[in-house]
């Protein structure tokens, strides 16, 4: 290697360390509310494990030649993540409500008690597999987020509890879906779309505020991400081996949420049938190895499922389709009930509308929370609140209408029947409707459960962004201003409940019908300018 290049290579390893031990100083200072320094060692200890972790992922891609600022916008994002995690820990006592999570600096109340149970469980000398035991399945219903936690907090900790510790790993797994995310674009549609997809996962508001929690959504969406990266690599190269990416996901996402586990690997096999060519599918299945392998996994994955659900639900008994009936009645009922709670006009229009509208209601409610006008109206919470709120639905707001363009895209152009973004879109929304059914209009876990595939809806909202310019179409413009007309009318409505404003149209779905109907009479009017344009020409 010459001199210089050598030089160059020691001075940016002694920068990254620079930066590390400041970073942990600055960690250390902030988790003990700037008295001391104490713990600045764990920190370091897992600041080192977290910048393995970026250089592992790169070097994960890099059969990909991603380009130098991929790599920048990663560390960028890491280090955003953490930022943001640090600024909750600290303005949320201050600037929040008297609740026990804010105080203690969680912006989330499911990462506060499960935190403060990985603490008490690495504190007190127990194996760490009694996580996954029955006593802890009221902080963590899985087990394995909170195993993860104490075992950081149990070889890694001091002795005192410092939450920003597993903040640290968060921000750093969680900004590893930019690289999966870009791999992915870039391999579909080509570097525009993967910039763009790369910037937005960076960004976007969502995967920022898990990515900057104790939360396992976190590692959760960046192991979607390497899945369907995977099986994408295999489908491509043809070659077994890569689907070796995908087995490693799904058994990583296993002790984590064996429901979602389960989900991603039924996503996989829809998504399959628009990646795989049918020669590779049929070399495939052939094989008996790899459909036993297929089958032990599946079997795996509804039995770790089995035993989740059994434990919640003893009383159903060991009946796995009795497991099952009670798992889709408890979400129908949890779902529902949040969603009345939510809003007293939400229970004014179920007295309203028949009882077979009340699901259809309950979805679409769910589809568009966070509900941008809703953030905005609202100003009877603290600021901080009020701030979050805004940021959140602002991005749905953003990403929202891209994901109704690409299906209408993608089943619009003169391509292959198993146009890979037709794959893409079903699953998108196969997830956004699920999450709406799990959870209908709850403001966290709806977002929070959609959050984990969010890599695949930036990817397509980036594909779906850019296809325009390679063939220009009307209808992203009439999308984008159609659900804008509706927003616009929604804001007085939501104005009204809060403030002293005066308006006249008090019904939700009389205020709808203008939205739709002010949208309908957009898309006619853009129509007849397109047509007189093709007629002049």
Not at 197 to 221: D, K, N, T, V
Request: hydrophobic share 55%; net charge positive.
């Amino acid at each position: 290697m010459p001199a210089s290049k050598t030089k160059l290579t020691w001075i940016s390893i002694s920068l990254a360390a620079a930066g590390l031990i400041a970073i942990s100083v600055l960690l250390a200072f902030s988790s003990t509310r700037f008295e001391s320094l104490q713990g600045w060692a764990s920190f370091l200890g897992v600041s080192l494990l977290a910048a393995m972790l970026l250089l592992g992922g790169w070097w994960s891609v890099r059969g990909e030649a991603p380009p130098a600022w991929v790599f920048y916008l990663l560390v960028g994002a890491a280090l955003l993540r953490l930022g943001v995690g640090l600024f909750w820990y600290l303005a949320l006592p201050a600037r929040g409500y008297d609740s026990p999570p804010e105080q203690a600096g969680y912006v989330m109340a499911d990462a506060h008690e499960r935190d403060q149970a990985a603490w008490e469980l690495a504190a007190s000398g127990k194996p760490l597999l009694s996580a996954f035991q029955g006593a802890y399945h009221r902080a963590d219903q899985y087990g394995g987020f909170l195993y993860l936690s104490a075992a950081v907090y149990r070889y890694m900790g001091g002795q005192v509890h410092q939450p920003l510790l597993i903040v640290v790993l968060t921000a750093a797994f969680s900004s590893l879906v930019v690289l999966f995310t870009w791999g992915l674009a870039h391999r579909l549609w080509g570097e525009r779309p993967a910039h763009l997809a790369a910037w937005g996962i960076a960004l976007y508001p969502e995967a920022l505020l898990l990515g900057s929690s104790q939360m396992r959504e976190a590692f959760l969406m960046t192991l979607v991400m390497v899945a369907f990266w995977g099986a994408l690599r295999a489908a491509h190269s043809r070659a077994l081996q890569e689907l070796g990416w995908v087995l490693a996901a799904l058994l990583l996402c296993l002790p984590l949420s064996p429901p979602v586990t389960g989900l991603l690997l039924a996503l996989l096999l829809i998504q399959a049938l628009f990646m795989f060519d049918r020669r590779f599918l049929r070399k495939f299945i052939s094989q008996p190895r790899n459909l036993l392998l297929l089958v032990l996994l599946a079997i795996l994955i509804l039995a770790a499922t089995w035993l989740t659900l059994r434990q919640l639900a003893p009383e159903v008994g060991t009946n796995p389709l009795a497991l099952l009936q009670w798992w889709f009645k408890k979400t129908a009922d949890w779902q529902a009930h949040l969603s009345k709670r939510a809003s007293g006009w939400i229970q004014k229009i179920f007295r309203s509308t028949p009882d077979w509208m009340d699901m259809p209601l309950l979805l679409g409610y769910g589809v568009v929370q966070p509900f941008l006008p809703a953030a905005l109206g609202d100003i009877s919470g603290a600021f901080l609140w009020r701030s979050i709120a805004i940021w959140r639905a602002l991005g749905w707001t953003l990403l929202l209408p891209l994901l109704l363009y690409a299906p209408l895209r993608a089943w619009r152009e003169n391509a292959d029947r198993w146009h890979p973004a037709r794959g893409l879109s079903l699953v998108v929304w196969l997830v956004i409707l699920l999450a709406s059914f799990r959870s209908g209009g709850d403001m966290w876990d709806n977002p929070r459960y959609r959050v984990i595939f969010v890599g695949l809806q930036v990817a397509l909202a980036a594909w779906a962004w850019s296809a325009p310019r390679r063939a220009p179409d009307p209808w992203l413009r009439r999308v984008l201003v159609g659900l804008g007309l509706v927003l616009v009318w929604f804001m007085p409505w939501y104005l009204r409940r809060y403030t002293p404003l005066q308006w006249p149209v008090v019904d939700l779905f009389k205020t709808l019908g203008l939205g739709l109907a002010s949208a309908i009479l957009y898309w006619l009017w853009d129509w007849v300018g397109e047509w007189a344009k093709r007629g002049q020409a």
